[in-house]
């Protein structure tokens, strides 16, 4: 059984137009799955759907979200919250805005072991120190004494990793961690999480729109076109033989870095075409219209 | 070394803008028709009289030697002699100081809860009827001025159901054992409740007059950027922690959120205390504002200068605090 069972949910805005449609999919243990689609597509969506952090425009009106076996969409909000805080974790997008400013960085990552989990403080400090030095950061002392303006976005984003993994979470988020990071600190995030990820034993659901991240962490993939899963596949699969047209095509237009002068591949408007009759006929098996 | 120069620069500021004030002052209160002389004779003063009473007071020379004998004695710490009373100014004005003080202080304290609870429950209860009705609420206070307020007090608490004093700052058959004119403070630390409470029960109305209307400001503005706070990324990060809402707004947005207001909060004080001058009169509490306007009435100059001169020190030292406080909770001013 997969730690991680999302199956059929569906979520509207509040003016009843769909933003996630009959969406399936789980994540087990230790497996990292990739969620791409272009912006828009609903993949950031499904994981604050499963944090419990959806705008509150977004209303979900079917399904089940399924943690560790329990339904976290039948629980209480209390309790749903408590558990979400003991299981999970989010590796959010923008290190720069993701850190309270007013708040010294150390208790940014104790405050959950205390408060949620009930350790000690200076238990919880000594595996906040634990963790800053595994995802590299100098004099981890003074980084916990420090204030988020005192340090660079990259270090900024190893804080949050560290943080996520603070209370050995089932389950972590990453909400496209690299995309707000310069491209030279890209490499060394993505690697940085991938290495965590595999010494900690997480299931890790990594949402992006690159697939080039993708086939470096990930094992299974989802691929995303309005709201709809188009393709659940694993990874290798996925390169080598792309089920969906949608998939090849967005495959196809990958930009290839080592030929600058290479323009890009847009996605044939027939595929576009295609993939948006699916999602219609879709609705009318919903009975949307 | 940064804070010191910043501090000294600030210091150079005021004392410039003090000098303004003094000169300001001192030209309209001597331009404007009215004679202080003719208020103290008695009818049927000779010329020569006027003539004799006018040299004693030196008002017979130009406003500019007039304002440079002044400027002496006040940097020798001689603001001159009262009028009316012919009591030193300086002790005048500062034995009323801390009647003006408490009243102010306690004035701002209840703004500020009144329009922190009012913020607080708002953002909490964002987007239900509550929240409707906290913006009503504080759309009333603010468009009633703060005598108004004051009038309805009077009438409510005064008057329909007397439970409040709204005469004075004290009931005047009542033993007063202090040595210093802070009332509220110095009976807390005598330990005399029966004092305290009489002197609150004083104090309750003109200052409330007094904080409705800045309350309301608070509450609009903490409210507003509480709101702004609770959809950054910090905010939601916490959420995924486990945290409930009330520990949210409290311990991760409050911090954030409240540092537009404190710095409206430094310039809406310096207009409370500007307020104090008619609620003072129209409760006769027996502070600063209400010693201005008899010293206007009777045309008693040095009076009105020292009461001006001391209320512009008390706004700079307001914007003064407001500045350290705000560099205190910003740790990304700190250095700068």
Redesign the interface.
């Known amino acids: 059984m997969s730690f991680l069972e999302i199956r059929n949910l569906t979520a509207t805005l509040s003016n009843g137009m769909p933003i996630l449609r009959d969406v399936s999919l789980s994540v087990a243990a230790a497996e990292v799955r990739g969620l791409v689609g272009e912006s828009g597509a609903g993949k950031s969506m499904i994981g604050k759907a499963i ?3 959806l705008p ?1 425009s977004v209303r979900i009106t079917r399904g089940e979200i399924r943690l560790d076996g329990t339904d976290l969409l039948a629980l209480p909000p ?1 309790e749903r ?6 299981s ?3 590796i ?3 290190p720069l ?7 010294r960085v150390g208790p940014q990552i104790t ?2 072991l205390v ?2 989990l009930g350790w000690t403080r200076s238990n919880a400090e000594a595996r906040a120190r634990d963790l800053l030095a595994e995802v590299q950061i100098p004099e981890p002392e003074r980084v916990m004494r420090s ?1 988020p ?1 005192e340090l660079s976005g990259g270090m900024r984003q190893r804080i ?1 990793i560290a943080s996520a993994f603070a209370a050995e979470p089932k389950l972590i988020v990453a909400d496209e961690p690299t995309t707000a990071l310069d491209v030279t600190v890209q490499k060394q995030i993505l690697k940085l999480i991938a290495g965590m990820q595999a010494r900690h034993g997480t299931a890790l659901l990594f949402v992006t729109h690159d697939l080039g991240v993708v086939s470096k962490v990930c094992q299974r993939l989802s691929v995303l076109y309005a709201g709809m899963v188009v393709e659940d596949t694993d990874v290798r699969g996925f390169f080598s033989a792309p089920d969906h047209p949608y998939s090849r095509a967005l495959l196809a237009a990958t930009p290839v870095y080592t030929d600058p002068e290479a323009s890009l591949t847009p996605v044939p408007e027939a595929v576009i075409t295609a993939v948006r009759a699916e999602v219609a006929a879709a609705d009318r098996r919903a009975g949307r219209g | 070394m940064i804070v010191l120069r910043a501090l000294l620069s600030r210091l150079v500021m005021t004392a410039i803008t003090l000098f303004g004030v003094a000169v300001i002052v001192f030209v309209t209160i001597r331009v404007v028709p009215g004679n202080p002389i003719a208020m103290m004779l008695p009818p049927g003063a000779t010329p020569e009289d006027v003539a004799n009473l006018t040299a004693l007071y030196g008002l017979d020379k130009t406003i500019a030697e007039q304002f440079l004998i002044w400027g002496q004695g006040v940097l020798a710490g001689d603001f001159g002699t009262s009028i009316t009373t012919r009591q030193p100014v300086l002790d005048l004005v500062l034995g009323r100081l801390p009647a003006t003080l408490e009243l102010s202080i306690m004035a701002l304290v209840m703004a500020m809860l009144i329009g922190g609870v009012a913020a607080l429950t708002g953002t909490r209860l964002r ?1 239900t009827r509550t929240e409707g009705g906290i913006d009503i609420a504080n759309g009333m206070a603010l468009s009633v001025p703060d005598f108004l307020w004051g009038l309805i007090l009077i009438l409510l608490f005064g008057v329909l159901a007397p439970i409040f004093h709204i005469s004075g700052r004290i009931t005047p058959s009542l033993d007063l054992p202090f040595v210093t004119n802070f009332y509220l403070f110095e009976s807390l630390l005598r330990l005399r409740f029966d004092l305290w409470a009489d002197i609150v029960s004083h104090m309750f109305l003109p200052a409330l007059a007094l904080a409705i209307p800045l309350s309301a400001i608070i509450g609009q503005l903490l409210k507003q950027s509480l709101k702004e706070t609770m959809h ?3 905010i ?9 809402e009330n ?1 949210i707004i409290l311990r ?1 947005a409050l ?2 959120a409240i540092l537009p207001t404190l710095t409206l909060v430094g310039v809406q004080f310096t207009f409370l205390i500007g307020g104090t001058v008619i609620i003072e009169r129209l409760f006769s509490y027996e502070g600063l504002g209400n010693m201005a306007i008899d010293a206007v009435i009777n045309r008693d100059l040095p009076l009105i200068q020292g009461i001006v001169i001391l209320f512009a020190v008390i706004f700079t030292g307001v914007n003064l605090i407001v500045d350290l406080t705000y560099a205190l ?4 001013l700190r250095h700068a």
Not at chain 1, 81 to 86: A, E, H, K
Not at chain 2, 329 to 332: C, E, F, Q, T, V
Request: a positive charge.
């Open positions: 944090l419990g952090i509150r209390a919250r408590r558990r979400i805080g003991q999970c974790a989010l959010p997008q923008d805005t993701a850190l309270n400013p007013s708040r405050d959950r408060d949620i204030y303006h949050l | 987007g950054l990324d910090y939601t990060l916490a959420r995924t922690k486990g945290y409930g520990h991760e911090r954030n909770l910003n740790p990304r």
